[in-house]
């Protein structure tokens, strides 16, 4: 009890004090769970304690130290800026997918996975089953893939079977090495800051005799003694199509020869291989058979399957998102014009009906120029149709908004398919989808193509103005 001017003030009996500090500290914990879904709830909470009176300082410090720690939790977290901005780096994130064949329907499935790359935006993409040889150079442009560069390692034979190659960013710090006795196998090694990544990709046939795969096996592990140091310090990336199986891969495969050894020297060398769901998918069966290894599964940020990007390829797309910093150069906005749909008379009324003596007059050269810009520009704006767009000087220029949801909308069934059951029908669905997206991709291309002959047949149309 303390005196003060012949008045007596009574503390409050503080929480601590009693048996209620356990309340006090359940209501602090189902705060912190509020404050995690709305922020908005904890302040409802805490204007109504102040309101009734139903705090203490003992109260208050529980408070505090909730914000704190949720704030201290949430820059721990590595994906939150305690000073967010515009970033110039970028995480590095891979693919792998057994197309079945590069060439086949005319490079349709090149186009698909151009409309695909469009809304990942995969840094490496590693292809297994290319069915290249030396009939098609590198520098094709059936093989181009806007904004790629192209390395290949063709079938031992140079026949149009099996094979590998890989299509990595052109602005991509990366270097190509050699790997002279493992066919069918390309290594990368990227280095940015101090930093290295190798990323191999590889296809391993399935009519491989025992024999044959006893030399795989060898040579691959060279390979990795290569590029394993032992202080772990580069990171190493390992896709493929292996066909080997595994249980430890994927519960219902059973274990093959191939899976089993392979396990055990990759294992020997501290890789962990992360795909844990099927990747070749057929109606009746489905096994795990394109394989993602690694040596520092903590870098990998996020991993999994997405679906196919053609209905005939039972093969599945796995990737990885890695912690490996690189620089990229930001997407870019623009403003785009319908020029076929601007109403021309309107246009030419607008401009006559102004006053241009009255507009210019007493006004010098340059802000007569000035004047003229921002009327002009004011009248397209009204009758020009137009919108700003990001753009992303990888995106092909028929890939359309509608493709890119389509395939967002692919990949949200497939999930549904995987966590519903793994249903024929819904796998159905998908394939359905799949269908239709590359009809769409036909018609887009040749919409495009369409138009540029016609610019290009036309003795008007400046060069500048094409494409």
Known sequence: ???????????????????????????????????????????????????????????????????FLVVKFLLRCGDVESNPGPKDKHCLSVCHYNINS????????????????????????????????SSFSSDDSALVLKGYQLVRADHPLDIKRGGTCIYFKEILPIKVLNVINLPECLLCEISYENQKCFVVSLYRSPSQSTNEFQNFLKELEIL???????????????????????????????????GIEISAMTSSYGLTQIISEATHILPNSSSCIDLLFTNQPNM???????????????????????????????????????????????????????????????????????????????????????????????????????????NIRKKILYRRYLQGGKHFSDLEMVNNLTISINNMIETSKKSHYDRLSKKLSNPKTSPKHIG
Not at 5 to 15: E, G, L, Y
Not at 17 to 38: D, E, G, K, R, W
């Open 1 to 67: 009890m303390f005196s003060c001017n012949s008045q007596v003030i009574t503390t409050k009996k503080s929480f601590l004090s009693n048996n209620n500090f356990y309340i006090s500290c359940a209501l602090v914990l189902l705060l912190s769970i509020l404050y995690s879904i709305q922020l908005k709830v904890t302040y409802t909470v805490s204007i109504y304690f102040l309101i009734t009176g139903f705090w203490s300082i003992d109260i208050l410090f529980l408070f505090f130290l909730q914000y």
């Open 102 to 133: 590069l060439v086949a329907h005319n490079f349709a499935k090149l186009s698909s996975l151009e409309a695909f790359n469009a809304v990942h935006k995969f840094d490496i993409i590693c292809i297994s089953e290319s069915f290249l040889d």
């Open 224 to 258: 990795i003694e290569t590029i394993c140091t032992p202080d772990n310090s580069n990171l190493v990336i390992i896709v493929g199509d292996f066909n080997a199986k595994l249980s430890i891969w994927n519960p219902t495969d059973p274990d093959s020869i191939e």
């Open 300 to 406: 990998i940020t996020s991993s999994g399957v997405l679906p196919s990007i053609h209905p005939n390829c039972h093969h599945q797309i796995i990737y990885a998102n890695i912690n490996f910093k690189i620089f990229f150069p930001p997407p870019y906005e623009r403003l785009v014009w319908h020029y076929e749909r601007a109403d021309v008379d309107a246009i030419r009324q607008s401009i006559n009906n102004i006053n241009w003596d009255r507009v210019f007059f007493n006004l010098n050269v340059n802000s007569q120029v000035d004047i003229f810009n921002e009327y002009i520009m004011n009248i397209f704006k009204n009758f020009i149709p137009n919108e700003i767009i990001e753009i992303n000087d990888k995106d092909p220029p028929w890939i359309t908004k509608a493709i890119k949801n389509k």
